[in-house]
Structure formats: structure tokens, C-alpha cells
């Protein structure tokens, strides 16, 4: 009897299980995953490339005496702004006006000898006529003569060199700059073009910027420049200090080496930058900001919206009309900031996934929520 009763049960429990079972499925097909899309755009952007370097002064130059002797006086305080031509250090003088002095005086005395020597060739050169002198004498006058001017002519050589001499006491700025530490006081015994220098003065209003960098970056950078009808003489460039500011004036790219460093494979640049509130120093490490073109109509994504695969090839997951997943073969050209600069795979108007990316894949239908304003459409 009980069996009875439990078999239309048993018929049943199959049933129920089968109902539940449809109802699990339908709910999994109906439910959608949500994603972040992107709404590509174009802008136009200016392509950069920052360069490391060193900044060097103008002008530099050694200061060293010329001649020997005691420093009598410092006529500067270190770290001044210094004028050419104007007076760093006065070295005892006495010997060397002395030497000039007596210079002086062999000349007049050399000059002397000239005129009576001169007075003696034309005296005998009339005597000769009448046989009053022998032509012996007469020739031995006249090579005296000429003796006294050419001994005239040596003593005034060594009245100059006494008279420059004398001038080197005083040591002299070449260029106008900005001197540095002295490494002698007065006092101190200097020489003749000693290895040390006395002090050092550097230029620098303007400051050069030395940029390395490799021989394919060079070539690359011609063939950029040149597309644009840029020369190297107005190449623009900005300046990234070590503190990360930004330097306020602009420079301009001066010169390239001429030959490819072998060990490295690098070149060196040269840009110019004034420098008229003395930010700059020399050896500082900067960064310089090289404009390469001006692209009208890049396409910027987020950088989160490429994915890459094991070999590296870039991929990007764009929305169809109906909100269907596809997935697209992307070249990214180069980072700048936080996106990506695409050189194909996405067209102006495509709709990128950024958000949600790992919880959905090819075919998938999706609810779509616009985040392009969040994060930074392109004008």
C-alpha cells in the first residue's frame, strides 16, 4: 500500500530536477558581465624624446701666471662676476721694472752709438773720394754702422719683452665669467706657466647642455626632423633639471660630433641654453626634451586597455554595435604618459575595453558602462 503511494512521487523528483536544472541554465546564459569601454578619439600631439646630459660652461678658462714671482695682492673675492681685462693678481713688480728700466736705458745707449757711428761711415765715405782714408777703413765704418742700427733695432726687441714682462704682473681676466676659488694667497711663490692653476673663470650666460645618445636614435631622429623641415640650428629644446623642474628658458641644438664613439656606439650632441639668472651650472645632470614631429591625428588609449601576449604582440578587446567582444591586432608606436600612442589595429570611434577585461573574451555579450571621461578623452 505504501508503495503505492510513493510511486507517483518517484515519478515526480525527475521532473523537479529537470525544472530546476533549466531554470539554472537560463540564468546563466541571461546574466552579462559589465566592462569600462573607452571611446577612441584623435588628437594632435607633439612627440617628444627626453635625453640625458651634462651641462657644461660657454667659456672656460684656466688662469696661470706667465712669469715668476710672489703674489702681492688678490684684487678679487672668489665666486664674483669678473670682467675681461680687469685685475685678479699683482705680483711683486720691483725686479721686473727694474729689468724694464735698464732695457730702457741699453737702448738709449745702443741709439747713441748709432749716430756717431753713422756721423764716422759718412765722414770716411767722403775722405775715400780724395784718398784720405783707405777704402779698407772706409768699408770697416760702414759695417760698424750697420752693427749700431741692428744692435739698436735687438735692444728695442728686449725693451718690449721687458715691458711685457713687467705687464704679466699683473695677471689678467681673459674672459668675462664667473671666477671660482683661488688656490693661492698673497704671499705665495707662483711660475712660469705652472701645472695648477691659479684660479678658474667660467662663462655663463650661456651653457652648453651635452646630450649622448645612440647612432640609430641619430639617424632616426634625422629622418624625423627633416619630414618636418627641422635644421639643427632650430631644433627646440627644453630642460628637465635634477629636481624634476622644468627650466624656464628654451635652447636650441648647436652641433653634432663628428664621428661615432666606437666603444659606445653613441654620439654626442651639443645644444645651447642662456642661462641669464645663473640657474645652470656647470656638471649638473639634466634631462633635455627634444620635440621630434607634430602628429595632427593620433589616436591616444589607456595603457590598461592593451593586452600583450606571451611573444609580445599587442592585442586590444573593442565593442560591436550589438555590444559583442571582438579582439584586434594593435602596434603601439610609444608610451607617452599613461596611454599608449597606436600606430594601427583602432580607428577613431571604436569603443576599447579598459575595465573588466580578465572576466570577459571573444564572442561574450556585455553591459557596457562609458568611462572615456574618467579617463581623459581626447580632444
Same mark, same amino acid.
Given at each position: 500500500?505504501?508503495?503505492?503511494?510513493?510511486?507517483?512521487?518517484?515519478?515526480?523528483?525527475?521532473?523537479?530536477?529537470?525544472?530546476?536544472?533549466?531554470?539554472?541554465?537560463?540564468?546563466?546564459?541571461?546574466? #552579462?558581465?559589465?566592462? @569600462?569601454?573607452?571611446?577612441? @578619439?584623435?588628437?594632435? !600631439?607633439?612627440?617628444?624624446?627626453?635625453?640625458?646630459?651634462?651641462?657644461?660652461?660657454?667659456?672656460?678658462?684656466?688662469?696661470?701666471?706667465?712669469?715668476? @714671482?710672489?703674489?702681492?695682492?688678490?684684487?678679487?673675492?672668489?665666486?664674483?662676476?669678473?670682467?675681461?681685462?680687469?685685475?685678479?693678481?699683482?705680483?711683486?713688480?720691483?725686479?721686473?721694472? $727694474?729689468?724694464?728700466?735698464?732695457?730702457?736705458? =741699453?737702448? $738709449?745707449?745702443?741709439?747713441?752709438?748709432?749716430?756717431?757711428?753713422?756721423?764716422?761711415?759718412?765722414?770716411?765715405?767722403?775722405?775715400?773720394?780724395?784718398?784720405?782714408?783707405?777704402?779698407?777703413?772706409?768699408?770697416?765704418?760702414?759695417?760698424?754702422?750697420?752693427?749700431?742700427? $741692428?744692435?739698436?733695432?735687438?735692444?728695442?726687441?728686449?725693451?718690449?719683452?721687458?715691458?711685457?714682462?713687467?705687464?704679466?704682473?699683473?695677471?689678467?681676466?681673459?674672459?668675462? @665669467?664667473?671666477?671660482?676659488?683661488?688656490?693661492?694667497?698673497?704671499?705665495?711663490?707662483?711660475?712660469?706657466?705652472?701645472? =695648477? $692653476?691659479?684660479?678658474?673663470?667660467?662663462?655663463?650666460?650661456?651653457?652648453?647642455?651635452? !646630450?649622448?645618445?645612440?647612432?640609430?636614435?641619430?639617424?632616426?631622429?634625422?629622418?624625423?626632423?627633416?619630414?618636418?623641415?627641422?635644421?639643427?640650428?632650430?631644433?627646440?629644446?627644453?630642460?628637465?633639471?635634477?629636481?624634476? =623642474?622644468?627650466?624656464?628658458?628654451?635652447?636650441?641644438?648647436?652641433?653634432?660630433?663628428?664621428?661615432?664613439?666606437?666603444?659606445?656606439?653613441?654620439?654626442?650632441?651639443?645644444? !645651447?641654453?642662456?642661462?641669464?639668472?645663473?640657474?645652470?651650472?656647470?656638471?649638473?645632470?639634466?634631462?633635455? %626634451?627634444?620635440?621630434?614631429?607634430?602628429?595632427?591625428?593620433?589616436?591616444?588609449?589607456?595603457? #590598461?586597455? %592593451?593586452?600583450?601576449?606571451?611573444? +609580445?604582440?599587442?592585442?586590444?578587446?573593442?565593442?560591436?554595435?550589438?555590444?559583442?567582444?571582438?579582439?584586434?591586432?594593435?602596434?603601439?608606436?610609444?608610451?607617452?604618459?599613461?596611454?599608449?600612442?597606436?600606430?594601427? +589595429?583602432?580607428?577613431? +570611434?571604436?569603443?576599447?575595453?579598459?575595465?573588466?577585461?580578465?572576466?570577459?573574451?571573444?564572442?561574450?555579450?556585455?553591459?557596457?558602462?562609458?568611462?572615456?571621461?574618467?579617463?581623459?578623452?581626447?580632444?
Amino acid at each position: 500500500m505504501m508503495l503505492q503511494r510513493l510511486t507517483p512521487l518517484l515519478f515526480l523528483f525527475p521532473l523537479l530536477f529537470v525544472g530546476c536544472t533549466q531554470e539554472v541554465t537560463t540564468t546563466k546564459k541571461t546574466t #552579462q558581465v559589465t566592462v @569600462g569601454a573607452y571611446s577612441v @578619439g584623435a588628437q594632435s !600631439i607633439t612627440l617628444e624624446r627626453e635625453l640625458s646630459g651634462r651641462t657644461k660652461a660657454s667659456k672656460s678658462a684656466e688662469i696661470r701666471p706667465q712669469i715668476s @714671482g710672489i703674489i702681492k695682492e688678490r684684487l678679487f673675492k672668489e665666486g664674483d662676476l669678473v670682467k675681461q681685462g680687469a685685475v685678479l693678481y699683482a705680483i711683486d713688480d720691483a725686479s721686473y721694472h $727694474a729689468a724694464y728700466d735698464e732695457a730702457k736705458a =741699453t737702448l $738709449a745707449n745702443a741709439e747713441a752709438s748709432v749716430e756717431s757711428a753713422r756721423l764716422k761711415y759718412e765722414r770716411y765715405a767722403d775722405l775715400v773720394k780724395v784718398e784720405g782714408v783707405s777704402k779698407q777703413d772706409m768699408e770697416d765704418a760702414k759695417t760698424a754702422y750697420l752693427q749700431a742700427v $741692428a744692435n739698436v733695432e735687438a735692444k728695442k726687441a728686449a725693451l718690449q719683452s721687458a715691458r711685457i714682462d713687467l705687464d704679466y704682473t699683473k695677471i689678467k681676466a681673459p674672459i668675462s @665669467g664667473r671666477i671660482g676659488i683661488s688656490s693661492v694667497t698673497e704671499g705665495a711663490l707662483v711660475t712660469a706657466n705652472q701645472t =695648477t $692653476a691659479l684660479a678658474t673663470i667660467r662663462a655663463l650666460d650661456l651653457v652648453f647642455v651635452d !646630450i649622448t645618445q645612440s647612432s640609430a636614435q641619430l639617424l632616426k631622429l634625422r629622418t624625423l626632423l627633416s619630414q618636418q623641415g627641422v635644421s639643427k640650428g632650430n631644433t627646440k629644446l627644453s630642460l628637465k633639471l635634477e629636481d624634476g =623642474t622644468l627650466y624656464a628658458h628654451k635652447g636650441i641644438l648647436q652641433f653634432q660630433e663628428v664621428s661615432v664613439d666606437e666603444g659606445t656606439g653613441s654620439v654626442t650632441l651639443r645644444a !645651447i641654453f642662456p642661462n641669464p639668472d645663473g640657474v645652470l651650472l656647470p656638471g649638473m645632470y639634466v634631462r633635455s %626634451i627634444m620635440e621630434e614631429a607634430v602628429l595632427e591625428k593620433a589616436i591616444l588609449v589607456p595603457q #590598461q586597455g %592593451i593586452s600583450r601576449d606571451p611573444k +609580445g604582440n599587442a592585442t586590444a578587446m573593442v565593442l560591436s554595435a550589438e555590444n559583442k567582444i571582438e579582439t584586434r591586432k594593435v602596434q603601439t608606436q610609444r608610451a607617452i604618459g599613461d596611454k599608449w600612442l597606436i600606430q594601427s +589595429g583602432l580607428n577613431v +570611434g571604436d569603443r576599447l575595453v579598459v575595465e573588466g577585461i580578465n572576466k570577459v573574451k571573444t564572442g561574450d555579450s556585455v553591459v557596457v558602462v562609458d568611462v572615456t571621461q574618467s579617463l581623459g578623452k581626447a580632444q
